[in-house]
C-alpha cells in the first residue's frame, strides 16, 4: 500500500530566503507524485508533478522537486521564498499502472516572515 | 465559471441531524472523491466513485454515505452527524491516464460545523 510521509509539520523562513519541504513515500510499485498547495481560506491547486522522464520538475512560481527513486522521496525547493508562498503544501502519490487513488501526507505549513 | 463546485459552503448544524453536501463538476471526469481535512491529519480519503455504477470506501467512511447520480454528480450524506465530524470537506475529480494520469482537481470545500 501507498503512503506519505512529510517531516515538518511547520516550516518557519525569512522572506529570500531558500526553503526546501521534505516528502518520503512508500510504495511497491511505480508511482506518480504530486505537490499541491492550500493558500489560507481556499482549495487546494496543483503546484506541479512527476509522471516519468526527467526527475526534476519545476512549476511556473519558481519551485522545483526532484524525484528520487533510491531514496523514495520528493522534495520539494524554492531558492527564494516570498511573503505569498504563505501556505500549507500537501505531497501525494499515486500508484502506476493504477486502479488507485491519491494518498495524501499530513501536509506542511510554510510560513515566510519579513 | 468553477470546473468543480460545492454547495453549500458553510453549514452549521445540530447533532443528530442528516446533512448532504453536493458536489458538482464540467470537467467530464469519470472519477469522483470526497475528502476531509482536520488541522495536522492532512486529506483524508471518505469514499471515491471510479464510474456512475462504482462506489468504494475510503479511509474513514464510517459515519457517511455517498450518492454518485450522475457523472457529474456526486453527494455527501452524514446519516446522523456527531461533532467530531466537525471538518472541511472537499471534493475532488480526476480521469486516468494520459496525460492527466490521476491528477485531482478540487472544488473550494465545504466548512461544516456540527453542535
Known amino acids: 500500500a501507498q503512503s506519505v510521509t512529510q517531516l515538518d509539520s511547520q516550516v518557519p523562513v525569512f522572506e529570500e530566503a531558500p526553503v526546501e519541504l521534505r516528502c518520503n513515500y512508500s510504495s511497491s510499485v511505480s508511482v506518480y507524485l504530486f505537490w499541491y498547495v492550500q493558500y489560507p481560506n481556499q482549495g487546494l491547486q496543483l503546484l506541479l508533478k512527476?509522471?516519468?522522464?526527467?526527475?526534476l520538475v519545476e512549476s511556473i512560481n519558481g519551485f522545483e522537486a526532484e524525484f528520487n527513486k533510491s531514496q523514495t522521496s520528493f522534495h520539494l525547493r524554492k531558492p527564494s521564498v516570498h511573503i505569498s508562498d504563505t501556505a500549507e503544501y500537501f505531497c501525494?502519490?499515486?500508484?502506476?499502472?493504477?486502479?488507485?487513488?491519491?494518498?495524501f501526507g499530513k501536509g506542511t505549513m510554510l510560513l515566510v516572515s519579513p | 465559471d468553477a470546473d468543480v463546485t460545492q454547495t453549500p459552503r458553510n453549514r452549521i448544524t445540530k447533532t443528530g441531524k442528516r446533512i448532504m453536501l453536493e458536489c458538482s463538476q464540467t470537467k467530464g471526469h469519470d472519477r469522483m472523491y470526497w475528502y476531509r481535512q482536520d488541522p495536522g491529519l492532512g486529506l483524508r480519503l471518505i469514499y471515491y466513485s471510479f464510474d456512475v455504477k462504482d462506489i468504494n470506501k475510503g479511509e474513514i467512511s464510517d459515519g457517511y454515505s455517498v450518492s454518485r447520480q450522475a457523472q457529474a454528480k456526486f453527494s455527501l450524506s452524514l446519516e446522523s452527524a456527531i461533532p467530531n465530524q466537525t471538518a472541511l470537506y472537499f471534493c475532488?475529480?480526476?480521469?486516468?491516464?494520459?496525460?492527466?494520469?490521476?491528477?485531482?482537481?478540487f472544488g473550494p470545500g465545504t466548512r461544516l460545523t456540527v453542535l
Open positions: 501525494a502519490v499515486s500508484e502506476n499502472p493504477g486502479y488507485s487513488t491519491l494518498t
Open positions: 475532488a475529480t480526476s480521469d486516468f491516464g494520459p496525460p492527466m494520469y490521476n491528477e485531482q482537481f
Open positions: 512527476y509522471l516519468s522522464g526527467s526527475t
